[in-house]
């Protein structure tokens, strides 16, 4: 429980003053039966269906499954265009360019550094420790007064595992800023800890659809936090960030849970399967705990291991060059299918 924070005082102050677009769907949201508020093309979209009226801006129907399913209040949803989109808007909500600065604990997603750099925020990279857990010493050694936010991605891509609870309880504890918990592959793993925005005021959430959900394609993402910070969120974003069918598809794709929960569990026994296979493997070196649908495995030379398996037609990600990740290939659970096609081609090595 985290008491006396203040979230405003971290705002950039051009944002706290700033008076949001107003778009016809903000001003008038009653029934009617003739809308020529906005526009639009009355005759419909020269397409198989209609998508000439603009979408709910604040994509409350959707927001309303999404609450249902992840057990919280529509107030606590920001639904943006991936999850790429929520973390743009924290730095544009939270970072003054030029003198404010992140954290960043690698090996991680790429794109907290991506949007650091295109908002010209400085980065501190605390690496996480050779079991790929925080190391919350480094982190409170190494913040300043311009540390704004934390970034923490759990399970860790591309290391695979959960960051320990305790250790984000005491980062959600002692650190006076924003404490953004990646957990785009919370699909796959035991606990997510959205439960946790009641207490901390300065915890972001983020997830997406784009992992478990399978639906990359149509980009929904979300975050989960305190009203306060998904107002600053709505506030500034674009006035549509989700398009129409995305946001109907993602209404369907969340009823079609039961259809997920299968995959999910089918992916975990793939994992397991995966994970004695290659274990057996002479040139595997170590394969790190996973709670996500990717492994993060290391072998005795993965830049040969990574082209033999391109010369089969097979793409795994090489991530040998990132902080204790020497010789690490990360290796997405496919279908049972592509799994074994990946295990016999690397059999046939050794
Ligand atoms: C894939 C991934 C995302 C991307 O989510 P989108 O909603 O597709 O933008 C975010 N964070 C991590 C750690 C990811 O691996």
């Not at 005795?300 to 090489?318: E, P």
Request: charged share 25%.
């Amino acid at each position: 429980m985290k008491t006396k924070f203040e979230i405003e005082s971290l705002v950039r102050k051009n944002i706290l003053e700033l008076k949001p677009y107003s778009s016809a769907r903000d001003e008038f949201k009653g029934e009617a039966s003739i809308f020529l508020d906005a526009n639009e093309n009355a005759h419909g979209s020269p397409i198989e269906n209609n998508f000439n009226r603009y979408p709910d801006p604040l994509q409350l129907r959707l927001k309303t499954e999404l609450a249902q399913l992840k057990n919280t209040s529509i107030q606590n949803i920001f639904v943006g265009n991936g999850s790429d989109e929520a973390i743009d808007l924290l730095f544009r909500i939270f970072c003054e360019p030029g003198k404010d600065n992140v954290m960043v604990c690698p090996p991680t997603y790429g794109m907290y550094e991506v949007s650091a750099n295109i908002n010209d925020i400085q980065l501190k990279k605390v690496n996480l420790t050779p079991e790929f857990q925080l190391d919350v010493k480094g982190i409170f050694d190494s913040k300043d007064s311009n540390t704004k936010m934390i970034f923490i991605c759990s399970p860790n891509n591309p290391s695979g595992n959960l960051m320990n609870r305790n250790d984000v309880i005491q980062v959600l504890e002692k650190f006076n800023g924003i404490v953004v918990v990646d957990e785009a592959y919370i699909d796959f793993a035991y606990e997510s800890l959205v439960n946790l925005i009641e207490d901390y005021p300065n915890l972001v959430i983020l997830q997406t659809l784009s992992k478990a959900y399978g639906m990359a394609g149509l980009r929904i993402g979300m975050a989960f936090s305190n009203k306060t910070i998904i107002d600053l969120m709505n506030k500034v974003k674009a006035p549509y960030n989700l398009n129409e069918y995305s946001i109907k598809q993602g209404i369907e794709a969340v009823k079609n849970k039961v259809i997920v929960d299968k995959w999910i569990l089918e992916i975990k026994n793939e994992k397991r399967k995966m994970i004695n296979a290659l274990g057996e493997l002479d040139f595997v070196l170590k394969i790190n705990p996973s709670q996500a649908n990717f492994l993060l495995v290391k072998f005795n030379d993965a830049k040969t291991i990574y082209h033999y398996l391109l010369s089969k037609g097979i793409v795994v990600r090489d991530r040998s060059l990132q902080v204790n990740c020497e010789n690490c290939l990360r290796i997405t659970i496919g279908t049972n299918e592509e799994n074994t096609k990946l295990l016999n081609a690397l059999k046939e090595l050794s």
